[in-house]
């Protein structure tokens, strides 16, 4: 019977895998989801939705969008969807739909990378990608809860996706092809300004491509062959800056709004701070430049960081010395640029960096391609091994994203704060670098708290609200913990004490109520400070 019937096509078992791969993953997003807790700027992300929202269904007429704050010089796309479902489901907290909803963006991120890898390396390849990216710390621990650089990753990888597909129909891309080439060009600008940088990969692109077809072909035919590409794409330019007016109004309010944002965010406006770089608290303006390459190395799991850098190494052989079709090494070039320039960029022009790596998430879709490119050029190799020798090949993969996974496991929710064991996990990353820089540990502390309080409110101040110092996100906690506390700065008259385990925060001799704990290291702690006022929530010096 049809239905019967076993999937002979070459890479079918891979493609399956991949689908089961995806359904397993988008499972576990739906079943955590809601473990996820608030950070510094789940409300101001929020309120920016509602006030996109107001402002399309104003009839554009309630421009209050337009001087918020300084939001408005990104879109906002994730926050206008989540406003709207939370209008539609008013019986649903926002934020838990914003959770579930980054979740779902994540995966379909998943997706995109996999029809990427499938089309780069294969089946297998695109497989591997997919494996590689869900034991991605930066990408997995970010999309429940990033509402900026998540999506903004997602975006750049279906750019990507749509480039790759025009470069294999190259020099004449299929309407389908243009109108998402349009879609996620539109997607990517209008999340973050900072997507114009996706005009130097494909422009690297387009010129490997023009220099190697014009050896082969001449200068006059390679220009044209590569002119009708650009043309045939920049059918899909209104439909980019239509989607863009819609995630991100206030860019197409002046057709030099994109510019004046890039200006805005070229210097930083905010009061410097520190944060904890290789075991010393640094002003954030002056990180060095080994900054992301570090934490990069000391954040990924080491089959991530091996195989994309064995990726990298043997792309650039492909891209000089290899023997494909001048569009199938473009397609490289692409992939190459978009992992490499970003870091190469901050490196070369030293901006502010901040909250680890988190606005970095983008280029960990590029990596894992490569990482997935490389898995397949083992694999082709392997055929002509022993047996044995391909099944230790294929245990010492699966063992790689089993391990990582595990530790995910063991750190959920806070799969972010990953380090790998070059570093010496989160134990000795504690010392070195910032952790839970989100504050989500003050969901289960809080969740905690009010359990203790419910067991002895007897003893406890009645006729008020019980006051809980904070140091850590401040609007994040008054959310948590509800309407029987009250959130203060006061560290003199309060009840409670609630921090989190990073360097800033004042350390007490108080009792200890509530200690969130990881592997030995705290995340967030609880003190009972009645009759114990301290001089701050924050350590002396911050």
Known sequence: MPFLQIDRRPGAI?????????????????????DYGLGWDDFTHSQYGNLLYSYFSSGLTDQKVFSFVNLYYYGGGFDLAAAMLAKAMPYVDVFDIRRLLGALVGVGGLFIVWRTGRRIAGPWGGLAAILLLFICPLYYGHMFMNAKDAPFAVAIAGLIYAFVRALDEFPNPSPRTVALFGLFLGLTVGTRVMGLITGVYMGAAIAFLLAVETVQLGIRSALARSLRFVALLAIGLPLAYLVLGLIWPWGVADPLNPLVAVKYYSKFWEVPWREMFEG??????????????????????????????????????????????????????????????????????????????????????????????????????????????QGALAAAFVVGIAVPAADFRALHPYE????????????????????????????????????????????????RKLRVAVCGPYFAAAAELGPRYETTYDSRNADFYLQLGEFYCAQVKAPT???????????????????????????AGQ
């Open 280 to 389: 010393r608290p640094i002003l954030v303006p002056d990180m060095p430049r080994s900054y992301v390459p570090t934490l990069f190395s000391v954040q990924m799991p080491e089959l991530f960081l091996g195989l994309s850098l064995a990726g990298t190494a043997g792309a650039l052989v492909a891209i000089l010395a290899g023997k494909g079709t001048p569009a199938s090494r473009a397609r490289l070039v692409l992939i190459v640029m978009a992992a490499l320039f970003p870091v190469a960029l901050v490196m070369a022009t030293r901006p502010v960096v901040y909250n680890g790596i988190r606005h970095f998430v983008f280029i960990t879709p590029p990596l894992a391609l490569l990482g997935g490119l490389a898995v397949e050029w083992v694999r082709t190799k392997a055929q002509n091994l022993p047996r044995l020798a």
């Open 416 to 463: 972010y704060t990953y380090y790998n064991r070059i570093a010496g996990g989160i134990k000795a990353a504690d010392k070195m670098f910032m952790l839970d820089y989100w504050g989500l540990a003050f969901k289960q502390a809080t969740e905690e708290l009010d359990e203790y309080v419910e067991q002895h409110r007897r003893s406890l101040p009645q006729g």
């Open 14 to 34: 891979a493609d399956t895998c991949a689908l089961v791969v995806l359904a397993a993953i988008a499972g576990i997003a739906i079943l955590t989801f809601a």
């Open 513 to 539: 109520l509530v200690k969130i704990e990881r592997e030995g290291v705290v995340y967030a702690t609880v003190y009972d400070v009645r009759g114990r006022p301290f001089p701050s929530v924050f350590a």
